[in-house]
């Protein structure tokens, strides 16, 4: 089982970028999927989520900036940024979620992780 996370880059605020997080080796829509970020000597922040059934959650920190979306049939879970801003800036990583996907609900079960992608948002 392996999530590869990818599309990170550097972009100056106002800018864009769409994060991928391909699976294999699992049946993509049996799972949530999760973005989370984190910046180190921080902890972990859940970014969005989105259901088997294609409902979605946002962090306040992102929402009405990030969209969440997932393609089943091609094994691939999506993040598209914009704007960005330098408080984004982050190391982002995808994960396959079973139960809830509801951050308000408390603690988010995560069952496979990808590797991380570098986002970095500055001028």
């Known amino acids: 089982v392996q999530l590869q996370a990818s599309g990170g880059g550097s972009v100056q605020p106002g800018g864009s970028l769409s994060l991928s997080c391909a699976a294999s080796g699992l049946r993509l829509d049996d799972y949530a999927i999760a973005w989370f970020r984190q910046v180190p000597g921080k902890e972990r922040e859940g970014v969005s989520c989105?259901?088997?059934?294609?409902?979605?959650d946002y962090s306040a920190s992102v929402e009405g900036r990030f969209t969440i979306s997932r393609d089943n049939a091609k094994g691939t879970a999506y993040l598209q940024m914009s704007p960005l801003e330098p408080e984004d800036t982050a190391i982002y990583y995808c994960?396959?979620?079973?139960?809830?996907?509801?951050?308000?609900?408390?603690?988010?079960?995560?069952?496979?992780w990808g590797q991380g992608t570098q986002v970095t948002v500055s001028s």
């Open positions: 994960a396959t979620v079973a139960g809830h996907c509801v951050f308000s609900l408390g603690p988010i079960t995560t069952v496979h």
């Open positions: 989105i259901s088997t059934s294609g409902s979605t």
